[in-house]
Structure formats: C-alpha cells, structure tokens
C-alpha cells in the first residue's frame, strides 16, 4: 500500500476511501482536478465504481495498486475516481457513453475524457494482464496516450468526443411533444404483457438469460398488471401475469441469490437458475423486494411470501440499519476467508467473493451433527464436492451455496419424517448455522446513508407493518424518516442532500432523493396517520416540482438546475432500471397527494407526464414498467 495518500484521503465516501492509499494520484470529481487538465491540456480518466463491488476491487488489486501502472496515469492523465452511489448523475451520462461506444457498460466504468470532460473512449473491467482478447490496462493507457500527443489523431478524438456528447444528449434529454397518445392505455398496457410475457423463462423464472437479476419493477408491474387485467375483462391474460409474478418469486426465494442463512437478497444471479450469485446485498434490492413479496401475498395469501418478506426485513433491521436511524447502503461481495487469523505484518489475506456464505459439508457435519447435516444437505442441494459446478471464477472449489433443491415434502418423504419434524430440523439447523458464521469475518459494510435509498427502505417498512402488524418495523421507519429531516434536510432552505457519512451531509439531493423520500413519507402518513409526515410531503413535493419539473415538456430532470455546473447535460431520468424511474415514481406520490389533500394542481401534473411518456419516441414497455404499474392502477 502506499504510504503517502493522493486527493481522496478528506472524502468521506467509503469507495474513494478504498483507493486514498493507491499510488494513482487520484483527484475527487471538482474543480482542482478539471483545472489542472485544462491547464495542462491532458485527458482525463474518470473511473467509477462503488465500494461493494467485487470487479472494482479486482481491477484495483490489479492496476492501481501497481507503481508501474500507476506512473503511466500519473504522468499523462489526470485521474478522477468517483462513487456512481453517491454521483448517479455522473455516473448516468457517462455510462450511456460506454454503452453508445461498446453496446454495454457495467463497473468498474473506466472512460477517457477530454479537458472539457466530453467522453471520446471507454470500458469496463481491463485485466491487469492482456487475457483472453482483452487489452491490458497499461497497454490501453499508452495507446491512449500515442493518439492524444499526435496531431492527427488529437484532432479526431475532439471530434468523436463531440458526437458522442450529441448521442448521449439525445438518449438522455430527449424533448417530448405531449400530445393525446395515439393509443388508449390499456392498449399500453397489454403491449407490455405482451413483452414480458415472450421474454419470461417458464423454466427457471425471471425474464431474459443470465445474468438474471431480480427486477422488482417488472414483478410489480405484473402483479398491478393483474389486478387490473381482472376488472378489464382480461381473465387469461391476469392469470398468466400472476403466474410469471409468482413463480419468478419464489424461484429467487429458493435460490442461492437468496441467503437461505441470515436473509435478505444478493444483487443478482450469474446462471439462469438464481443458484449462483454475485453476492453484494444492495439497500435498494431488498428494500424493494420486501414490498413485492407483501404485496404477492396480498394477492395470493400465501404464507412463504410473508416468511421471505419478514426475513429479509428483518436481516435489514439487523444489520443495515445505524444506530440514529438511517440504513446503510450495502454489504461487499467479498471477505476473508474463515475466522479473523493472524498475519505478518505488512502481509494482508485475500478476500474471496461469497466466502461468507458458502460451506463445506465437513462443516455442516461438525456443527449440525451428521445426521441432521445430511437432512440439510438433501434439502439445500449441498454435495460432498461442493455444488456451484457452474462457478465461473473458481472460488468455491469444495463448498456450497445454499439454495432449495428439494420442498419440505420431498425432504419429509426421502428421510420417511413428517413435513413438522423435517421443519423442525431445518429451522434448529438454520439457526445453528447462523450463529456459527457470525464468527466469521463479515464482508466490508458501505456505511454511507443515501436519501432515495432510505425512502424505498421506509416505504417497505411501512408495508411490512400494515401486512405483517408488527410495529417494529413502524419504528424503524418513523426513526429513519426523522432522520433523514434532521441530519439530511435544511430547514431553512427546504432543501434535501443526498448523503450522509460519519455526521457530515453532503450533495445536493437529486429527483430520485426526493421521489423516494416522499413516497416514504406519503407511505408513513398512511400508516401513522401522522399530519406531519403528511406536510413534509406536500412542501418536499412542491421543492421537487420547483427544482427538477419541465413544465413545458414534461419529464423530471435528474437534477436541479444549481446542482453541478460541470456537468456536461442536464439529463432526464424517465426509465426504470434496478431502482424505479424518479419520474415514475414521482407520477405515483403526486396522484396519491393529489387523492389525499384535493390538490388538483398535483393530479394535472401526473397526466401531463404520463402523456408525455406514452407518447414520447422513446417509448417501450420493457423500459417503464414502474409507470405502467401506476397506469394499471389508475385504470383499474
């Protein structure tokens, strides 16, 4: 490690924090930073990523904890690193870059910019080491480095900067002209049935191939979807989307991207299966899931879906949730292997992905006992040599991911016990195992408190008390609600910040922060009866309206207008993806004002963006599910 910080050590992001020690002479996205390039006319590399993410830790084990590498940066870049959970506006506008130059974008997002931050080169994960095709990182930074210094090829790269800046404003800031749909809404309605439908995997659930991640948006849709395909007269139609709802629901509970041990749901699966994970616990996703999950059981009364939702609730209490109230923002993919040991100084163990939560049958046997472990492995699919033969990185030679092979019934029948003793067994062991690897080295917790995500945290909660009846999870979300306004709100501006880390609030908060806050709060009110939950929502929907609303064309932008004057596009943020739309979820908390307070003024702005969105050129189904599950509500 080096010993000298560079710019990041005063940042109080646990990701930048990571890589204050590296030899890259790492700058924060600001001023100090965009002023050396320009002076110096040098490129800038801006690589984005977040603390948990096990591919950004390998990138920087790799290439920028090497001094060779490092000097190659340093001396012909100036070197950004920013936290896309804390930044999603960076983060957006230069993702949709990679995705334009490459066809797809993930992280670590490694990109090339010039002085003026327009982006004319970029990727993901580079390989310390050209494999498999790939281009070494120090390889890719001399050839960058050739093209910038000649003449020729300089004068090209402003341009194609140029035009990829044109692309991504066009995708990211489309206008709208708002006019009648050309199709009534149920037509909408039953083209994205239709969609999801035809990319369902009747085999494993989920929808599309691997990776398969969870997609709370597209399961919410189909369980609005079905509500509002009985009242259309739509029977077969409302069936099939419950079905799909239902079995992709509990296809993902009985799966390795579930923890079968301590609950809650990793960030997605790499087979088709839901077996294998990536095993980062993201705030959002269970968040999300447990509003799912409640409301599948609203819908059928079927008592595994409550057992999933109060599970992973619970795991969030438990073990995401700050002593003042807020909720972390996740857990790492990656810790140290077995119980804390001893090292050389100067020495460090390496973390393996998912080594918290995978096991050996030797280690089943010696704490369960065998009998009991060979009635646990029957059930959770555990073999002798381990069971992820499809690992594709190699790390779990011998060991095993749980997940639900076999029911409780076909456990009962193999080892001829009733369905209550094979219950008994499995929940004694479950517990026998939880408590057997809080002795192990827990993964790295990202301890930051993000607004948006705490507003889908509290809206779950609110849930999980109307369905569930335990007023635990009411206070949880009242302490994370008051917070949230004493420690991330401005009373004397009205404004929100987006972040909270070690006492400090920081950045401006941006539409999703308030979309989702309010919607917590509307939620709270519902659940409480609480008039101050109530106000609170009114003015933060009116600062929202005021600071990120178009009113001439529709559509809310992802930030306000003062919020960072280096940013090269002010973007709209109209489609969903793993964290519902700002927009859509702002089209949901205006309507349900609108119905609670009689504030017509509310309802009108809703119908002038769904209308907008309905017939923008933008339009398809797969990417407004949010929003058309707040349709099917309105016309069911």
Not at 163 to 170: F, L, Q, W
Not at 221 to 228: E, G, I, P, V, W
Not at 244 to 250: C, G, N, Y
Not at 351 to 377: H, M, T
């Amino acid at each position: 490690m080096n010993i000298i910080p560079n710019h990041l050590i005063n940042e109080k992001s646990p990701y930048l924090m990571q890589h204050a020690y590296n030899p890259v002479d790492w700058y924060p996205w600001g001023e100090e930073a965009f002023a050396r390039a320009e002076k110096e006319n040098k490129p800038v590399l801006l690589s984005i990523g977040y603390s948990t993410c096990h591919w950004c830790h390998v990138m920087e084990k790799e290439s920028f904890t090497d001094p060779a590498v490092a000097l190659i940066m340093n001396k012909n870049f100036i070197c950004i690193k920013v936290d896309r959970e804390e930044r999603p506006d960076i983060d957006r506008i230069y993702i949709s870059a990679v995705t334009a130059l490459t066809g797809s974008a993930g992280w670590p997002l490694n990109l090339f910019l010039t002085p003026k931050l327009k982006p004319f080169f970029g990727g993901t994960y580079f390989p310390g080491r050209s494999k498999f095709g790939i281009t070494s990182w120090a390889d890719l930074l001399n050839k960058i480095t050739i093209a910038w210094n000649d003449p020729v090829t300089y004068g090209k790269i402003i341009s194609s900067a140029d035009s990829i800046t044109e692309a991504v404003r066009n995708n990211l800031s489309p206008g709208h002209n708002i006019t009648a749909s050309t199709q009534n809404r149920n037509v909408h309605l039953e083209k994205a049935f239709e969609y999801y439908a035809s990319v369902f995997d009747g085999k494993s659930g989920g929808f599309g191939k691997a990776p398969k991640f969870p997609s709370p948006s597209i399961l919410n849709f189909l369980l609005a979807y079905y509500s509002y395909g009985k009242k259309a007269g739509n029977a077969a139609s409302a069936k099939k989307a419950l079905q799909m709802a239902d079995f992709t629901l509990k296809a993902m509970a009985r799966g390795g991207i579930y923890d079968q041990i301590g609950g809650g749901f990793h960030r997605y699966s790499t087979d088709e299966k839901w077996h294998i994970p990536h095993f980062e616990k993201m705030l959002y996703d269970n968040a999300q899931l447990i509003t799912t999950y409640l409301e599948a059981y609203q819908i059928t009364s079927d008592n595994y879906f409550i057992k999933i939702a109060g599970e992973t609730a619970d795991y969030v209490l438990r073990d995401m949730t700050n002593p003042m109230g807020g909720f972390y923002s996740a857990e790492d993919a990656d810790s140290l292997p077995g119980k804390p040991v001893q090292i050389s100084p100067g020495e460090e163990q390496e973390k393996i992905e998912g080594a918290f939560y995978v096991w050996s049958r030797k280690e089943l046997d010696d704490i369960l006992g065998v009998d009991a472990a060979e009635i646990f492995s029957f059930h959770f699919g555990v073999l002798l040599g381990g069971n992820a033969e499809h690992d594709p990185h190699g790390y779990f030679e011998g060991k095993n991911i749980l997940y639900a092979r076999h029911t409780i019934e076909e456990t009962a029948a193999k080892f001829n016990l009733s369905k209550e003793k094979i219950s008994q067994i499995i929940n004694e062991s479950t517990n026998r195992l939880y408590h057997a690897r809080r002795k192990r080295i827990r993964p790295h917790l990202d301890d930051k408190i993000l607004t948006s995500w705490n507003g889908l945290m509290i809206s779950a909660l609110c849930k999980a008390y109307q369905v569930l009846g335990d007023k635990k999870y009411l206070e949880a979300a009242k302490n994370a609600a008051e917070f949230i306004l004493s420690d991330l709100y401005d009373k004397k501006t009205g404004r929100l910040f987006r972040r909270w880390r070690d006492g400090e609030k920081n950045i401006f908060g941006m539409g999703s922060d308030y979309a989702f806050f309010i919607s917590g709060l509307i939620d709270l009110y519902v659940s409480d009866s609480g008039s101050k939950w109530l106000e609170a929502a009114v003015l933060l929907s009116e600062e929202h309206l005021r600071l990120f609303y178009d009113a001439e064309n529709g559509g809310f932008y992802m930030t306000s207008p003062e919020h960072d004057k280096n940013l090269i596009l002010r973007i709209k943020d109209d489609s969903d993806s793993v964290i519902p739309s700002p927009g859509s979820v702002a089209i949901r908390n205006l309507l349900r004002l609108s119905g609670i307070t009689g504030r017509i003024d509310f309802a009108k702005v809703a119908e002038k963006n769904i209308e907008a969105i309905l017939s923008g050129d933008t339009f398809h189904p797969a990417s407004f599910p949010n929003m058309l599950a707040v349709l099917c509500d309105i016309e069911a």
